[in-house]
């Protein structure tokens, strides 16, 4: 035999759409009686010694009977706690909108013993509803934890490569300006003077090739860069390339240089964050949830790119 508490409404639920119970809202039933509110914690702490007791509990709305609307379930101040509201059919018809409301209810506490067939049934249906939510919540949990290493790269690629009108987001350019002095001779065409040349500017004497733009310029290509030499100047402009740690790597996925087999990876992320936002939605219900606050965050969060295109194209 399983026994379950139930709190079955003789009077008043006054369903409000704040978390301020004494804000005025609707209200299904007799007005209320009582002033001091019991906490549903403190019931369910000791459900035997309410039994038979007129209460006034108070709390958001998390589930409402989808068949008949004869029942609702209020969140405890305490976590994972429900307290559940009963009425007789067709007494009181909750709406499903009431879902994520206040709800402030008065009645009598009374003990209802089911019998197995009527435990399993219900257990049946509680579990339905919760089921596809734990199974949403196993995915949205998991789906967070393989894309965060991913997330992080593309993160911060995203910030870098936004502003790639200010800068190389991947490399470093360093530009410096060499008298060469006695170091420049005749023969700078030579790979005896190239290698003179690269030691005054303080390089590595390794280059690949030499190119004459014109009379009096030598350019010579080195590892990380290109040396210009002005003869008539006796000068030569230093430009050095060198890869920014970690940012240039974090590019080279994000804008999918590495192609093949990473651009299937990189889909399957894309696929991942869909259905880490989607599932997101539906994490949390009541008030905070995607039918309270939650529409709205997501409101706003849908309007902000629409926006931008609608200022911009």
């Known amino acids: 035999m399983r026994i379950r508490f139930l709190l079955p409404l003789f009077v008043t639920a006054a369903v409000i759409s704040c978390a301020a119970p004494e804000q005025e809202g609707t209200v299904y039933g007799e007005q209320l009686t009582m002033t001091d509110a019991t906490l549903i914690s403190t019931i369910l702490t000791d459900p035997d010694g309410y039994v038979g007791e007129r209460v006034l509990v108070q709390g958001t709305v998390v589930e409402v009977c989808e068949m008949r609307g004869c029942w609702l379930e209020l969140a405890s101040d305490r976590e994972f706690e429900t307290l559940r509201v009963k009425v007789e ?43 596809w939510r734990k199974w949403n919540n196993i995915l949205h949990r998991d789906l967070g934890y393989l894309c965060v290493g ?28 060499v008298p060469l002095g006695s170091a420049l001779t005749g023969a700078v065409g030579t790979p005896e003077g190239v290698r003179s040349v690269l030691q005054a500017v303080g390089l590595p004497q390794v280059f690949r090739a030499t190119f004459r733009p014109g009379t009096n310029r030598v350019r010579i290509f ?8 002005d003869l008539a100047a006796a000068e030569a402009t230093v430009e050095v390339v060198r890869p920014r740690p970690v940012l240039r790597e974090a590019n080279f996925l994000h804008l999918n240089h590495a192609k093949r087999l990473w651009t299937w990876l990189a889909d399957l992320y894309a696929v991942a964050l869909g259905l880490l936002a ?23 969060g849908v309007a902000v790119p629409l926006l931008f295109l609608w200022l911009y194209l």
């Open 150 to 177: 991913l997330t992080v790269v593309y993160a911060v690629s995203g910030v870098a490569v936004n502003h790639i009108a200010d800068w190389n987001p991947s490399f470093v350019i360093e530009s410096r300006t």
């Open 89 to 131: 059919d067709g007494v009181i018809v909750f709406p499903l909108s009431a879902r994520g409301h206040h709800a402030v209810v008065e009645g009598v506490i009374e003990r209802i013993d089911l019998s197995r067939e009527q435990a399993i049934e219900q257990a049946r249906h509680h579990g339905a509803a919760m089921k």
């Open 222 to 229: 080195v590892e990380e860069g290109v040396v210009d030499v």
């Open 278 to 300: 989607i599932t997101g939605l539906f994490v949390l219900k009541g008030k905070k949830g995607i039918t309270g606050r939650g529409a709205w965050l997501t409101g706003i």
